[in-house]
């Protein structure tokens, strides 16, 4: 009979079964990233409520179910909660908006369409979000206040080139291009006031219709394309003049 394998010890296998220093730091990251985003979530809707001013620490704590003093191992202060949001809502947007400006697959009205439709949804994804930023600005200490802004910069410069673009190409009316990116950040930027989730408003048919209010408002008319068309057809006609000239001349042979 052939002996058996001898057995692993239990220090052995509890050795093998043990997690690794890097195992537990990854659940502990895991942890706490779940629970800082518990709280920035907690916080935001207590800013909403209450207001930035009279909200406290002490307030989210309670929100969250930990003590103030176990809310230091995650932020401390509101001031970092509202430097997360800026990252969340402006920094992160354009960046991904400045990389949508640049694709070479997508026309102007591609682009703007695409455009409008990304902030339409995360307005209407994150309302509560969206409008704590919009109010707080002057409470952000700095260097993140400097960084909220050249970000919301940062957005029109992607918006206004898209439709400077847009009119060059005669795709779009000659408009002045910030004023009609401001028109079409107010329009976006509104949803996250009068927006509700729910059976009244399908986010899908919502993102549609504002993003083709927006094309419909920037997109050149017959009247605007009339130059560029009337250019066309004399140099059409031009060419089609000197061909017919080009066959009475007489050849080298005659």
Not at 7 to 12: E, L, N
Not at 180 to 186: M, N, Q, R, T
């Amino acid at each position: 009979m052939a002996a058996k394998s001898p057995a692993k010890s239990t220090a052995t296998t509890a050795k093998e079964s043990a997690p690794t220093g890097q195992d537990t730091g990854r659940r502990s990251t895991a942890r706490r990233s779940l629970v800082t985003r518990d709280v920035l979530e907690k916080a935001t809707l207590l800013f909403a409520e209450k207001g930035y001013e009279t909200t406290t620490l002490q307030d989210i704590a309670a929100a969250v179910g930990v003590s103030r003093t176990a809310l230091y191992h995650y932020v401390t202060s509101k001031e970092e909660l509202l430097a997360m949001l800026v990252e969340q809502m402006s920094v992160a947007l354009a960046d991904t908006l400045a990389a949508l400006r640049a694709r070479e697959d997508l026309t102007p009205e591609g682009k703007l369409r695409e455009l409008t439709d990304m902030l339409v949804r995360q307005r209407a994804e994150s309302p509560q979000q969206f409008r704590v930023h919009d109010q707080t600005e002057s409470a952000l200490p700095e260097p993140m206040r400097s960084k909220h802004r050249q970000a919301r910069r940062d957005v029109l410069s992607a918006l206004s080139a898209v439709i400077e673009e847009g009119i060059d190409r005669g795709e779009f009316k000659p408009l002045d291009p910030n004023v009609a990116a401001f028109s079409v950040l107010g329009m976006c930027n509104w949803v996250a006031w009068w927006y509700h989730s729910g059976p009244d408003y399908d986010i899908d048919a919502v993102a549609r219709q504002i993003s083709q209010s927006a094309i419909d408002m920037m997109a050149a008319d017959d009247a605007t394309r009339a130059p560029a068309d009337s250019a066309k057809a004399a140099l059409a006609t031009a060419r089609s003049s000197l061909d017919a000239l080009e066959r009475l001349l007489p050849t080298d042979g005659a």
